[in-house]
């Protein structure tokens, strides 16, 4: 880095991450409040709560996907993903996950409005609901769904407080105690992960099932989360303290992990199609028939195109990977493709007896209101740097 | 703002200079006298020690292995020359069980041939420089692997002559193949990865046979060594276009560690057999085969290292990685079971239920045995893996290694003959014994792998000489940048971490 560069480092203007995310979110808690309450009170409570958990979902899976990132920095000890550490911190802070449990009452209170296995004249019926009953009941719903919650909230709590610990203090041994919680986290976290995508959206079609299911949805979560944080940096990276720190060479590592996110979905999404496709069993292609009317066909068709052609484009050419302006537009790109994607894996599940594209949109739009407001929250509260994410500026020095 | 190197410097212990690499590389092959120290001429069985009665020099591990490897190579050729004169019915292939070693077999060595290529093209792409002592050996131990592979699904066509049929091609017989048939994406699978990864592994070998050539004493291995190396100067433009092909090599790699075994994995996959048709077989199968290709990368240099006296390139920091590599691999293959029984136990499926049970229960499922000792192996014993202390103990990594290939032989074992012989009709159980030709023929590729990875060490450079020189002025250009004597170092030379 020059000294100009290092002038400029200094006096660059501040970061408006805060401030925007905190007007956005506002603003979309108020647009989205406002339509999923007025489009959705005709409906019924019943496609009321179906329509909010699609909007639940997609943005617990943001936290999820920025956990797992987080859990996945610390494990293998990265370095270059320093600079955006803070803002995995800030997705999935423990007050975030406590906020998401709370959010997630409205839910749990009413599982029989949500789902036919809840229904005993169904059940009584059905031979492959009753031989799932072990599983498909409120207990194991709920050990799955807040044990998840609690797990999550307990490890955020044990990372962020070693990595501020050694923030605070320069302690550079707090990386090894960090080190020693991340693998096992996200052992347990894949695991755990598992068993509340399992209980939440895959007992929507409460005869289906899928192997491959929750770690395709932690993928795609993942990409999403990158996205965010391509998004967030790229459009700030002129601004302290990001100037000279995210830079073409870090837009070069974060786009690599980007690519491979958006090959591990793809191959993931193809693969289970073509197996499901192949073996034609009708307890796996149910999902499929499903989601073969229209929109969500086009929305298939849109996917692999919007969510994989592009971006594999884009991210093979590595002046793309170097520029954080491209990197912020695909970032922004991504993110909002992944709506949609997550509209075509959930809302044909969700069997809505009057569906309404615009409260699906406004609950989708108010709980991504209330997230970026708490992300906003948690990270104008701490740091935006965490220590040694200026390592490159130590290696340019000599 | 603290200097933080971005190489790790235990990745080449000593001090050394590229003279002193080249000796130690290229000397393996070019003096035919360290391939005959006289390393194993006692053998202790307790209070006895017994001389091994064999002339100075034969007694050597490189002649008693290659001995050994090229017994087993001619128990192959027998085993091969009865089938083509016989059939496959030598083999204990028997309904309901069409594919029995053979594809077993044809799995685990695909699986062993994964780790060369992920070394070399993944690790490149990634900048991992701790890839530089390893990926020559590992490339070779893939090419030798996938021939081993390539021999049962040619044989089990029953008429081997005729496996061109395989192909599409014009021809008067009206045969095309049926491409909605994995096996037939298989041939294209395997003879691209094959195709590609012989290409690779010689490019990364020409600057290393110029370095030969320059070395040798002798007239013939002047002459061989210079063919090979194809003109190579080391000018700038070699250099330039030694790094296109390698980059460009490495990119069509990496998809091909990814499509191989994923293809692999949809000959079941693809199937309606219960146990089959799981949609999470493809990324857990090629876990798999980078976790069995680690392993035998592992077991396999533990050895070569001490009696080649290696220490100084590939040092325990290798190890280290490869072990951590091999316990993450690992650990996803344990979800991939863990999934498995799991959707099996919630499907709600009487098929499926009926599954879980032959593999779960002891005493009742005739193959229960096959599946606990799967999960002890693959899923127990690499747990150690878990304890520095454990990956910086070679005798620990040697036997968790060992105790990882034959678990990822169970694997196969366990998803194949298991569900051919419970299918959806009782009609149509059995139990599935392979025969003493199908354990002569496993053997035997044991054998064939042995001797040709023998031939490999002695003609061949097993460790990349330029790439460890490359290395070395790396660190030693870091230490200075350290010492704040140099300008910083290279950007792109930091690893992923």
Redesign the interface.
Known sequence: MSDTETTMHESAPKNTIGTNYSILGVLLLLVGGGLFAATGMGAGMENMLRSYLYGYMFWSGMTIGCFGLMLLHHT?????SRPVLRIWESACSPLMLVIQAVAFLPIAMNLKLIYKWMKPEVVAVD??????A??LNPTVFYITTFGFFAFMIFWSYQLQALQRKEDATGDKSYADKRAVWA?PGL?FF??LL?FFY?SVLMSLDA?W???????WLMVGFALAGLAFTGMTVGTQHKRAPFVGIINE?FTY?IG?LTLAFTLLWA??TF??F???W????P??TVWFVDRSVQPYSTLAGMGMFAQFLIPFIVLLQPASRRNPAVFAALGGWVFSVRMFDFYYVVVPSLHLTSPNALTLIGGLFAMGGLWLLVFALQYKSRPELVN?S????????? | MAYEPSIDKSLLEGEHTEASIDAAIADIVLDPKTHTQPAINHLKLGKLNVKIPAPEGYNSPWFLFMGIGFLFVNILLVSIAVLVFTGIGIWGNNQPVGWGFDIINFVWWIGIGHAGTLISAILLLLRQKWRNSINRFAEAMTIFAVMCAGIYPLLHTGRPWVAYWLFPYPNVLGMWPNFRSPLVWDVFAVSTYMTVSILFWFVGLIPDFATLRDRAKGKIARVAFGVASMGWKGSAKDWVRYEHASLILAGISTPLVLSVHTIVSFDFAMGIVPGWNVTIFPPYFVAGAVFAGFAMVITLMIPIRKWYKLEAFVTMKHFDWMAKVMLATGLIVVYGYAMEIFYAIYSGVPWELSLFHNRWEILQAPYSWAFWLLILFNGIIPQILWIPKMRQNLTVLMLVSASVSVGMWFERYVIIPISLTRDYLPSSYGYYTPTGWDFAMFFGTMGLFVFLLLLFIRFLPMINIFEIKELKHQLDHEAHAEHGHGHGADPEAAPAH
């Open positions: 293998i000890r990265a370095r270059w031979k492959i609901l009753q031989n799932k072990f599983y693998p052992l894949v695991l598992n399992t005869h099932f899928s192997t491959i299911y929750g770690v060479k590592d690599v191959y993931f693969s289970q073509l197996i499901t192949s073996g034609n069993l307890e796996f040694g200026d390592y490159q500026l130590a290696a340019n020095h000599g």
